[in-house]
């Protein structure tokens, strides 16, 4: 991925540490946010099915494409948080899902 996305997460964590402060409230608080964000990734995907007959079909693709992208920074945002980096998280997670693609772990 490139830097910036690294360098976005962790500025992000700095400015929300300066405005809300850096306790276990504030982190709990950021860790709950990915369900926020979860929650509006379903929201756009019901959406974009028209789910809703009140509503109809009110979103497309790209739309639940940004509310997962959302999901996704907000986690990076989290792991940061908790004094990780989350680059290397990430990428831990990846080589975890690359191996058992290829069978070199047992699920």
């Not at 639940?64 to 990428?91: H, P, R």
Request: charged share 25%.
């Amino acid at each position: 991925m490139d830097e910036s996305i690294w360098e976005a997460a962790r500025a992000s964590r700095s400015w929300l540490d300066a405005a809300n402060g850096t306790g276990q409230t504030e982190l709990t608080c950021r860790i709950l946010k990915l369900t926020e964000e979860a929650g509006e990734a379903s929201a756009a995907w019901i959406g974009l099915l028209g789910q809703n007959p009140r509503k109809g079909v009110t979103h497309t693709r790209e739309d639940v494409a940004a509310e997962l992208a959302d999901v996704a920074f907000t986690a990076l945002v989290a792991i940061e948080s908790l004094g990780l980096d989350a680059q290397t998280a990430l990428d831990a997670c990846a080589a975890k899902v690359r191996s058992r693609l290829t069978g070199q772990e047992r699920p």
